[in-house]
């Protein structure tokens, strides 16, 4: 059996490739920068404030050094605590929501009171003005998506609560597990910027006690340097 081979001036169709779902990406590359931002600042305050055998250093340098070093202890410490505690409780609650929304939502069909549109760009869905009941025998109206060119009359599923409000697809298992793994995931830089806000605090606080000892001590100092001078 012989390969087909394409007329000349023919145009040869290429194989459509899936898309990436580039919304991911783009908050996946803006996490893993606002992750690089908190390491150079924590990276930064280390640096300058860890205890060493420098004579010069004062009870208040030692004191912020070991500040420091307190709080990268507590931080290695608690990240993995509060990434799975976060998980558990975003899970948690993310399954109770799953369980009422499954439970009290339902699709009703919708008659719609008029023609949906039929231009728009790609992957429209125009929206129509219909009408539907409720769970409890209500009759409501609102507008709905449709499909481009359907007609007036023609019906729709769509999802309502017990009373009779749309509200959108229920969530999913896997919506909910994706949810309480992105929680899990903040819950450990909310942590380290907390403590790194803490460590700068503490810094600024100790400078300030800092300058006023050598105000104090240049006071001192200053007549004995004059005299010599």
């Not at 580039?22 to 205890?51: H, N, S």
């Not at 003005?129 to 449709?146: L, N």
């Not at 600024?204 to 006023?212: C, E, K, P, S, T």
């Amino acid at each position: 059996m012989g390969t087909s081979v394409p007329a000349a001036g023919s145009i040869v169709s290429r194989p459509r490739l899936p898309r990436r779902p580039i919304v991911a990406m783009e908050g996946k590359a803006r996490m893993r920068r606002r992750l690089a931002v908190v390491a150079e600042r924590a990276t930064r305050v280390v640096r300058g404030l860890w205890p060493d055998r420098n004579p010069l250093r004062r009870t208040l340098d030692r004191v912020e050094g070991a500040l420091v070093g307190g709080l990268t202890v507590a931080f290695l410490a608690c990240a993995p605590v509060a990434a799975v505690a976060a998980w558990h409780a975003a899970y948690s609650y993310g399954a109770r929501a799953e369980y009422a929304q499954q439970a009290a939502w339902h699709q009703v069909p919708a008659v719609l009171l008029a023609a949906a549109a039929t231009n728009g760009y790609t992957g429209y869905e125009p929206v129509v003005r219909a009408r539907w009941i409720a769970p409890d025998g209500v009759r409501r109206t609102g507008v709905v998506p449709a499909l481009p060119g359907a007609a007036a009359g023609s019906t729709v599923r769509v999802w309502v609560d017990a009373a009779g409000r749309l509200t959108g697809p229920p969530l999913q298992p896997l919506q909910v597990r994706d949810q309480a793994a992105l929680v899990a995931i903040l819950a450990p830089i909310v942590l380290g910027e907390i403590l790194l806000f803490t460590g700068q605090l503490a810094h600024y606080l100790l400078g300030r006690r800092r300058l006023a000892a050598w105000d104090a001590e240049w006071r001192v100092i200053s007549p004995q340097w004059t005299r010599q001078r």
